[in-house]
């Protein structure tokens, strides 16, 4: 399921009375007001005030319905404490079920709701700033593929032009180890027989690269590489990316690849 189609089921979710925990909180360790682990705080102070207006009601069945949930949650969270990126959104409810638990790599406000439904409404600014969206990175030597949503690499995978590589070798003379880190920089001197093999790669790419858009339900597509190389393989593509940024970027990190395409 994609996020997008988890964040519609979120919004039709409904208890009959107030059941539903959600939580945002604000884990970014670069964010001068979550040193030395302040979110450890934000956490119980949030958490505390909640408990103590439900004591105050003197409801106890709602009372020990958001005290399991409660717990729940913070044992998630710490769990998790040494791979925690910049937050982490929880939605939480004990009948009807629900857990939906998101650690993301974009700004979160923290707050903290006990609500009849979830309150998904930062959810879906985030995530209309960072759809679900794939980024493509073609080189001369592969096809680099990153599957995001939010800021965070939900997956990636990388196709090697293994074939027109050997006849490149042969041709050139370059040594091997050094490929990967020249990327797409030797497009120019391709042949006409290799650049039309490298051309037929990237159709053979873009077609697949249409299948992921459909099964991952990408709402947005990247292409970014130097320019000869991402223009071809932007070309070959049934659908016309977002945008293609002409740089090569393929031996980067992939959250570094994310902050030249989202935040630049």
């Not at 059941?19 to 979550?34: F, G, I, K, R």
């Not at 998904?120 to 990175?137: D, F, H, Q, R, S």
């Not at 042949?191 to 873009?206: I, V």
């Not at 459909?214 to 990316?241: H, I, M, Q």
Request: charge should be negative; charged fraction near 30%; include cysteine.
């Amino acid at each position: 399921m994609s996020l997008s189609e988890e964040l519609k089921d979120l919004k039709e979710f409904k208890c009959d009375s107030r059941c539903v925990l959600s939580v945002y909180l604000n884990t970014n360790p670069a964010d001068p007001e979550q040193q030395n682990g302040a979110w450890k705080i934000h956490l119980k102070n949030g958490l505390k005030r909640i408990t103590e207006y439900l004591e105050a009601s003197q409801d106890e069945k709602e009372l020990k319905s958001y005290k399991k949930l409660r717990d729940k949650i913070v044992k998630e969270i710490e769990n998790n404490q040494n791979d925690l990126n910049k937050g982490v959104v929880i939605f939480a409810a004990e009948d009807p079920e629900l857990w939906s638990v998101h650690y993301v790599q974009v700004q979160v406000k923290t707050s903290f709701h006990w609500e009849d439904h979830p309150i998904v409404e930062e959810m879906e600014y985030m995530l209309k700033a960072y759809p679900e969206a794939g980024v493509i990175l073609p080189s001369f030597g592969e096809v680099r593929v990153l599957d995001t949503a939010m800021g965070f690499i939900n997956g990636e995978k990388t196709y090697h032009f293994d074939a027109g590589l050997e006849v490149w070798r042969e041709q050139k003379g370059m040594n091997p180890a050094k490929q990967r880190g020249m990327g797409g920089s030797h497009v120019d001197d391709l042949d006409d027989r290799l650049r039309e093999n490298l051309e037929r790669f990237y159709k053979e790419m873009a077609t697949i690269v249409e299948k992921m858009r459909k099964e991952l339900d990408w709402k947005e597509l990247y292409v970014v590489g130097e320019a000869e190389a991402a223009n071809s393989f932007a070309n070959s593509l049934r659908t016309k990316p977002n945008n293609t940024i002409n740089k090569n970027l393929n031996n980067v990190e992939a959250r570094k690849i994310l902050h030249q395409v989202f935040e630049k």
